[in-house]
């Protein structure tokens, strides 16, 4: 069973910056595409960010393309998600998760179907 650790959350201006970090372990990382995705109070979870097994290709949400950058280190069994110019409609807590799936493509997540159990989240709060 994957495990999957997120961090790099915390409380920024709107304009600010954050680098959200998955580590992962218990899994051959490299052979798996990722994601990221993001639930707000009373909301449901959301998809924000994938990026294929071989870390190429990447598919991003509409809300967030042009900010954000997915990027999947397998050589640390890490993924990154760069968030720039963030917005108060940004804040809430953001998961990382994987296809259980080898050599998926980016957009895996649309079948709904995911490598491992959700894990406690990183809190990303934006001010205005």
């Known amino acids: 069973q994957a495990q999957l650790v997120e961090s790099g959350g915390g409380l920024v201006h709107t304009g600010g910056s954050l680098r959200l970090t998955c580590a992962v372990s218990?899994?051959?990382?490299?052979?798996?595409?990722m994601g990221w995705f993001r639930q707000a109070p009373g909301e449901e979870r959301e998809f924000v960010a994938t990026?294929?097994?071989?870390?190429?290709?990447?598919e991003y949400a509409d809300s967030v393309r042009g900010r954000f950058t997915i990027s999947k280190d397998n050589g640390k069994n890490t993924m990154y998600l760069q968030m720039n110019k963030l917005k108060p409609e940004d804040s809430a807590v953001y998961y990382c998760?994987?296809?259980?799936?080898?050599?998926?493509?980016?957009?895996?997540?649309?079948?709904?179907?995911?490598?491992?159990?959700w894990g406690q989240g990183t809190q990303v709060a934006v001010s205005s």
């Open positions: 218990g899994h051959d990382f490299t052979l798996y595409a």
């Open positions: 998760n994987g296809d259980p799936r080898t050599f998926g493509t980016a957009t895996w997540y649309r079948r709904g179907d995911f490598l491992g159990s």
């Open positions: 990026v294929d097994w071989s870390g190429r290709v990447t």
